[in-house]
Antibody
Framework: QVQLVQSGAEVKKPGASVKVSCKAS????????LHWVRQAPGQGLEWMGI????????FSTQKFQGRVTLTRDTASRTVFMELSRLTFADTAIYYC???????WGQGTLVTVSS | EIVMTQSPATLSVSPGERAALSCRAS??????VSWYQQKPGQAPRLLIY???TRATGIPARFSGSGSGTEFTLTISSLQSEDLAVYYC?????????FGGGTKVEIK
């Protein structure tokens, strides 16, 4: 069965970077794009960007351009989202989701705290 | 980027009644709209894609309609387990965007 398993919760200081992983299983890794979506506490869903595991091409929203790096490791079937220059406003649950929206990771809580 | 606007923000419906949730796109997104249900502490769950196609395992009381810029998610007979926030999302072009959500309350 399709599964997306994300790395555990993180606590970071303002100005630091965080790298969240999303390990895929149960399907052909290179066959589907993977999205990153975040949700601040009590807020709605915010789409951040997308990566094509086949070749590694990426697209991210203008809001995050220059701060977000999306990568993948085909050997481990894992995609990564690194967000730099963290501020308190980046405190959120970060989700990966497979193209089509039917499969989501469990979410990774990133807390930015001094 | 395309702005997705959902209304109302909150909808109170009695069990067994019909609920209609609206989503408007700032420009034509054809039928490339999905609807998600999110319950507290859970990841979003795909209900509808391509504006009107139910995802696997989704009960028939959930239906989607619309094309272009106006879309509707209808819950034909509200059940207590339908208490959740519902989001629309377009995928007509990058960046994808979500609506702000409609919270469905049980009256």
């Amino acid at each position: 069965q399709v599964q997306l398993v994300q790395s555990g919760a993180e606590v970071k200081k303002p100005g630091a970077s965080v790298k969240v992983s999303c390990k895929a299983s149960g399907y052909a890794f290179s066959s589907s794009y993977l999205h990153w979506v975040r949700q601040a506490p009590g807020q709605g869903l915010e789409w951040m960007g997308i990566i094509n595991p086949d070749g590694g091409s990426t697209f991210s929203t203008q809001k995050f351009q220059g701060r977000v790096t999306l990568t993948r490791d085909t050997a481990s079937r894992t995609v990564f989202m690194e967000l730099s220059r963290l501020t308190f406003a980046d405190t959120a649950i970060y989700y990966c989701a497979r193209e089509g929206g039917e499969y989501w990771g469990q979410g990774t809580l990133v807390t930015v705290s001094s | 980027e395309i702005v997705m606007t959902q209304s109302p923000a909150t909808l109170s419906v009695s069990p067994g009644e019909r609920a209609a949730l609206s989503c408007r796109a700032s420009e034509n997104v054809n039928n490339y709209v999905s609807w998600y249900q999110q319950k507290p502490g859970q990841a979003p769950r795909l209900l509808i894609y391509d504006a009107s196609t139910r995802a696997t395992g989704i009960p028939a009381r959930f239906s989607g309609s619309g094309s272009g810029t106006e879309f509707t998610l209808t819950i034909s007979s509200l059940q207590s387990e339908d208490l959740a926030v519902y989001y629309c999302q377009h995928y007509n072009s990058w960046p994808l965007t979500f609506g702000g959500g409609t919270k469905v309350e049980i009256k």
